[in-house]
């Protein structure tokens, strides 16, 4: 008989609501969020792309730019956890630290695109040489020197980073209360 088994961001949720850790609980489900947002624009972008009709340039663009965005967001919670741990157990506290240091070159990519795209720090200035929202094979140029890469690898390292603290949030907020629910929901 087949099982439903939760996802594991489900079960990172569902654990730390379980044990109250209501501010931990807050940080998470904003990460994940933005994780599955992330892989919306990216899904969107993708489907588009494919069907290589130039009908679809706009909305193909807004979706890369929405996945910048969302990356962007991601990064940002992702460092916050890491700078205010003190919400999880220290376990999963340090994994989310060690997952900051090893993918903040990788979330500080998306800064300067994000900025472009919103017109942060004078970025649409008089002078912008506009060549703005140019994608070369899986790179989006938002304007001259600013660009970052749109592709299934960028997407993974996101959802990796998220799977993996949530992973570790199952484990140390683990209760038998989800061998009852996987049990209860054996079909």
């Known amino acids: 008989m087949p099982?439903?088994?939760?996802?594991?961001?489900?079960r990172a949720i569902l654990s730390l609501a379980h044990h109250n850790a209501q501010d931990a609980l807050k940080r998470f489900v904003l990460?994940?969020?933005?994780?599955e947002g992330?892989?919306?624009?990216?899904?969107?972008?993708?489907?588009?792309?494919q069907l290589r009709d130039p009908a679809h340039n706009t909305a193909i663009m807004?979706?890369?730019?929405?996945?910048i965005c969302a990356v962007r967001r991601v990064?940002?919670?992702l460092k916050s956890?890491?700078?205010n741990r003190t919400c999880f157990r220290d376990p999963v506290a340090e994994v989310v630290r060690l997952e900051w240091r090893k993918k903040r070159a990788f979330f500080e990519s998306f800064v300067d695109p994000r900025n472009a795209i919103e017109h942060i720090d004078n970025e649409a200035s008089d002078n912008t040489r506009w060549s703005f929202f140019n994608l070369h094979?899986?790179?989006?140029?938002?304007v001259d020197g600013v660009s970052v890469e749109i592709n299934q690898r960028s997407l993974d390292t996101i959802v990796s980073a998220r799977n993996v603290v949530a992973e570790s949030i199952a484990k140390e907020y683990h209760d038998a209360m989800f061998d009852f629910l996987?049990?209860?929901t054996s079909i």
């Open 81 to 83: 956890l890491s700078d």
């Open 137 to 142: 094979e899986e790179r989006l140029c938002v």
């Open 31 to 35: 990460l994940n969020g933005d994780v």
């Open 75 to 77: 990064g940002r919670l």
């Open 182 to 184: 996987e049990a209860a």
């Open 38 to 49: 992330a892989t919306l624009s990216f899904r969107l972008f993708e489907d588009l792309r």
């Open 62 to 67: 807004y979706h890369a730019s929405c996945f």
């Open 3 to 10: 099982t439903i088994t939760l996802d594991l961001p489900t």
